[in-house]
């Protein structure tokens, strides 16, 4: 009886996390991935190391002791009086749906309005990290849909499978992780060493839900009004395209789905035989995003199978 008492709350969390999420979000001085942001930064300011082993080792220590933190704080909130209502309070600030899908829907309006220096400017501030000034309309329309293809796995899928999965201890360390992975995993002289282990935990919790949401997509795509076998052909023959191992599942099965090509300039190419995207495919991604959650959560709602059942 304790175990199904157990899940019912552990669904009532993830679902009233869900529901304060359409709230917006915290104020940054009480967000938990503020903090974890800013302990990142401080640590990286602290590393000393010279050689490509010190740096792994040093990256390595600051990111372990992060992870503790986090997780210590994850399960000291999973304690806290209030039972399911605490904990759904405190997984929400973990998962960014609404932060999300504001963003790419502001995207969308610049590339609508014709403002594409602004379309560009807003995509750099809100969801990528590459350079963004010399992207095409075209270009523009197919980064905001990759973004908002893979950020779904990371900031809203992963997040509630993790806290099903493992509780606030979990949900709290892959937020950690997918921050740090942000912050430190890059191919640069200065992180190729120090965020390793930053990078490839990140790409080990992300195994799952990048799988899962690519699943949903193409299950979300007949009630989206699109392409659920195209979804199914791109995500089994392009998921492998990109360089990370999860990205390009949910990116390949958004452009299968959408018919669109996305292509990230000497790097990979999803659907080759699509056409160029354009400002009208983002809120046809949108449309398949919100279905894709609905969905993902549903599966995340179904009850665990109890140990010793027949």
Known sequence: MRGRDAGRGARSSLLLALALDALGEPPAGVHPVVWMGS??????????????????????AWWGLGAALSTGAGLLAGHLPGGWITRGAFLKPLLARRALFGAVGEVHAALAAGDLPGARRLLAWHLVSRETGEL????????????????????VVAPLLMFRAGGLPLAAL?????TADAMWGYRTPDLEHSGKLAARADDLLNLAPARLTALCAVLAAPPAGLDAPGAWRMWRRDAPATPSPNAGHPMSAFAGALGVRLDKRGVYVLNAGGRAPGAADVPRALRLARWTVALATVALLLPTPRRGAA
């Open 136 to 155: 095409s309309a075209a270009e523009v329309a197919g980064v905001c849909i990759e973004s908002l293809a893979e950020n779904l796995s990371d900031s």
């Open 174 to 178: 892959y937020r950690y992780a997918n």
């Open 39 to 60: 302990f990142l930064n401080g640590a990286r300011g602290r590393w000393r190391a010279t050689t490509p082993a010190g740096r792994f080792a040093e990256g390595g």
